[in-house]
């Protein structure tokens, strides 16, 4: 019954049944719900975390789903992936399990391996450390295991660095960030156990930290990118509080890890809703704080216009990705920051530049101002150029070698990024109907006359070959 009041019709958001469990859980503990009283049923749940989870019980351990899969069970989407936790410790998980490995230094966590998929199986931890902090581990007598604690640091800003306090299922529950990521589904009865009211959240929509969101965003403010994330995805509101405890810490968003925004960043621009999550940001005062050079070129205009490709390519994105056309990062970039940078290469044409030079520069001047903050990967960075200044090459059909042209990794997305941006001017269109063809085909395919009138495509010139005298230059370089 609650999995039809819970998934987002929200016909009967104030069940009676709810209420009256989430009334008992203000008295006395978790509300739980029973195995006859939700519909998560087994044939949802991923086979390998059912085997995880049922050789947790075998061996007398707790075992239970956590976070976003419960959520999404709950509202009827299809989970990204299955996280579990249980009472045992790493070291015992290692034992149990022979495909284990154990990884992470700020979360110790334990990876349960499959042939095509992952398991995150994690210790319950607890937010608050409960014994003065040592970076020596106590062992017990017989040499097993001692729980470790004393792992929880803390920089004087109250960013949690390190938390590795391992504790029970509610304090497990209360360390998450919000009420509805905090329902765990418990394989010892199948119930669903809900310390902190995420079964009311979930019915109402709404995100909400768990606990105090000013010192939640403060300990890790990436928290403020994933409340917006989830708002959007899910179609959720953000409760007030917490609403106003984000517009109050955005600006602290650039102290989280570079690194880590960036993954956080392509979560929420690929997630299928990144147009709404990008007026949330903007809304917030996040957008800025993260993008600040490129937030203020977006309001300034160009020649009298505004920028609107930004605001067009974010829909495009998230039409694909509702399709399930992958977007590859250094593409997304390129649709979404490709107007900019053509801007900064038009500034270093003007300078005198060569062309592909001033592509490079532009680029570089892209990655300065933006990686202090998000750190773009070396790897997308040297991608997003080539999308970029690989433009120019289409044009020239059928140029030298096409078909290693066509055998880039990266073709596709250079011609889809012609196609997205460029591709309803008629000779663009034409081009890239020859590209497609001729990436079909070893054999170079005949180039359409209208092209090659149009002057689309340049005579080959016939290369002069300077001849060598020999041994010139290597006498030259030994004197
Ligand atoms: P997704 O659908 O993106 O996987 P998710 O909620 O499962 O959403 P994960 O990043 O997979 O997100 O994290 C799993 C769970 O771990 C979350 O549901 C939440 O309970 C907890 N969690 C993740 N990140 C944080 C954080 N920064 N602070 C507190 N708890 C977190
Ligand atoms: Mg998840």
Not at 323 to 342: H, K, W
Request: aromatic share 8%; hydrophobic share 35%.
């Amino acid at each position: 019954m609650i999995q039809t009041k819970i998934r987002h019709g929200i016909s009967d958001r104030e069940s009676s049944y709810s209420m009256k469990t989430i009334k008992n859980q203000e008295k006395s503990g978790p509300v739980v719900i029973a195995r006859n009283e939700h519909e998560i049923s087994r044939k949802l749940i991923s086979p390998n975390a059912l085997r995880v989870l049922y050789r947790l019980k075998d061996n007398g351990f707790a075992g239970y789903l956590v976070g976003g899969c419960v959520r999404d069970l709950l509202l009827g989407r299809e989970p990204k992936d299955f996280d579990v936790v249980t009472d045992a410790t790493p070291g015992e998980v290692k034992r149990i399990f022979r495909n284990c490995r154990l990884v992470g230094r700020r979360f110790r966590l334990a990876h349960i391996h499959f042939q095509n998929e992952i398991i995150e199986l994690a210790t319950f931890r607890s937010q608050a450390p409960d014994e003065p902090e040592t970076e020596t581990e106590p062992k017990e007598a017989d040499g097993a295991e001692q729980r470790r604690h004393s792992r929880m640091l803390k920089d004087d800003d109250g960013m949690i660095l390190r938390d590795n306090v391992y504790g029970t299922p509610e304090e497990d529950a209360l360390r998450r960030d919000f009420t509805v990521n905090s329902l765990s589904y418990n394989i010892a009865d199948f119930s669903i156990i809900d310390y902190t009211g995420g079964l009311a959240d979930l019915n109402a929509g709404i995100i909400r930290t768990i606990g105090d969101p000013d010192v939640r965003f403060q300990e890790d403010p990436v928290r403020m990118l994933r409340a917006v994330r989830f708002a959007a995805q899910l179609g959720f509101t953000i409760e007030e509080k917490t609403r106003k405890a984000l517009v109050a810490a955005a600006d602290t968003i650039v102290r989280a890890a570079a690194p880590r925004l960036f993954d956080e960043m392509l979560k929420l621009l690929l997630s299928g809703e990144g147009a709404k999550c990008y007026d949330l940001l903007r809304q917030t005062g996040l957008f800025q704080a993260l993008f600040p050079d490129f937030a203020n070129w977006l309001s300034e205009e160009s020649e009298g216009f505004p920028h609107t490709r930004f605001g067009e390519m974010l829909e495009c994105v998230d039409s694909r990705v509702q399709q399930g056309t992958r977007v590859s990062p250094p593409l997304l970039l390129a649709l979404l920051f490709g107007e900019y940078i053509d801007g900064k290469t038009g500034r270093f044409r003007q300078q005198g530049m060569p062309w592909q030079q001033s592509v490079n520069a532009a680029v570089a001047e892209f990655m300065g101002e933006t990686c202090p903050i998000i750190m773009i990967t070396n790897r997308v960075a040297i991608a997003l150029r080539e999308i970029i200044s690989q433009q120019m090459r289409l044009k020239k059909i059928p140029g030298r070698r096409p078909e290693s042209f066509t055998a880039r990794d990266d073709f596709n997305d250079i011609i889809e990024y012609c196609r997205i941006t460029r591709g309803d001017k008629k000779d663009v269109a034409r081009l890239l109907d020859w590209w497609t063809a001729q990436s079909r085909q070893q054999e170079p395919v005949p180039v359409p006359a209208e092209l090659a009138a149009a002057g689309e495509a340049p005579q080959r010139k016939k290369r002069r070959r300077r001849r060598r005298k020999p041994n010139t230059k290597n006498r030259t370089e030994a004197e």
